[in-house]
């Protein structure tokens, strides 16, 4: 199986350091763009080549530029007969027949955790797509970690909460390292802390039978100090935060 990315930003890059992460040859994958997937692909052992040639040389072709790009660069390529794997977030099925005819169209919302096997992504595939792409299809999201066939209309939420979520984790983050600076620890020290907490948090509630709050309520002693904290956190609205900025993602409609 061969993999093209058109694009070699940061999803794109995600991308081919996941399937790389899967052991896949580095000779199989392809990318272009016009400035960074020459160096990407020395950095990586890739191969490097115009859109059309990635095309061309692949079984899967991943789109990974911007979304306000599709028209431009659908009508410049030829994607006749391929599988076409679009990233673009809020670009629609419809808009990817409507860009790119004949082809063999998918819509995917991955995000950056993709990059160690961890991903977590939603797909939707057109209607021409047959039993026997589909399973090409998801197979190679299965190499990149989770994934979910998704109905469209749920796209956004899941793009808010898996695809720009990674940044509201790593914002937590670097939260509490300021925290953990501002009361004395060195800043490379909190970060390691920060960081460690949040990667067994996630493990432990992933690996128990109880869900958030019931673990939460387990960390807190009875008049102990976490209370003070989840306290404070509920006195500063942090949910009604977290709501607000996520109905903003949601919301927000790409140039
Ligand atoms: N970042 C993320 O976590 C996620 C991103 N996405 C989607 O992924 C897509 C890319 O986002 P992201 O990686 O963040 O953005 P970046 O800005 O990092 O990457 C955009 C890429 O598009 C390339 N590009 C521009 N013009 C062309 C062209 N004509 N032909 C080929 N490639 C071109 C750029 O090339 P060059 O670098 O050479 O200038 C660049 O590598 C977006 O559509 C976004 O919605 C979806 C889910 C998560
Ligand atoms: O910020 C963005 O538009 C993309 C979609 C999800 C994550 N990154």
């Known amino acids: 199986m061969t993999y093209g990315f058109i694009g070699a930003g940061n999803m794109a890059t995600a991308m081919m350091k996941g399937l790389l992460h899967a052991n896949v040859d580095p000779a199989d994958i392809y990318v272009s763009s016009p400035h960074r997937a020459k160096s990407l692909a020395e950095e990586l052992h890739i191969n490097a080549a115009d859109s059309q040639t990635v095309i061309d040389h692949s079984d899967i072709v991943v789109l990974a530029f911007l979304p306000n790009q599709l028209t431009e660069i659908g009508a410049t390529l030829n994607f006749t007969n391929k599988i076409v794997v679009s990233v673009l977030a809020q670009i629609t099925i419809a808009d990817l027949n409507q860009a790119i005819p004949n082809a063999f169209n998918v819509r995917a919302l991955p995000n950056i955790n993709s990059a160690i096997g961890q991903g977590n992504t939603a797909l939707a595939f057109a209607d021409n797509i047959d039993a026997a792409q589909n399973k090409i299809v998801t197979h190679f999201w299965q190499l990149l970690g989770n994934s979910v066939t998704l109905e469209e209309e749920q796209f956004a939420i899941f793009s808010a909460i898996a695809g720009s979520g990674p940044a509201y984790v790593f914002k937590f983050i670097d939260a509490l390292t300021k925290a953990g600076v501002a009361n004395g620890l060195e800043e490379t020290q909190a970060a390691s802390i920060a960081t460690q907490t949040v ?7 992933n690996q128990s039978d109880s869900d958030a709050v019931t673990l939460m309520n387990s960390v807190a002693s009875p ?33």
Do not use: C, M
């Open 223 to 255: 008049g102990g100090s976490t209370r003070a904290g989840l306290d404070n956190f509920e006195a500063n609205q942090f949910d009604d935060v977290v709501a607000k900025a996520i109905l903003a993602t949601v919301n927000h409609k790409h140039a």
């Open 199 to 205: 990667l067994g948090s996630a493990s432990t509630l």
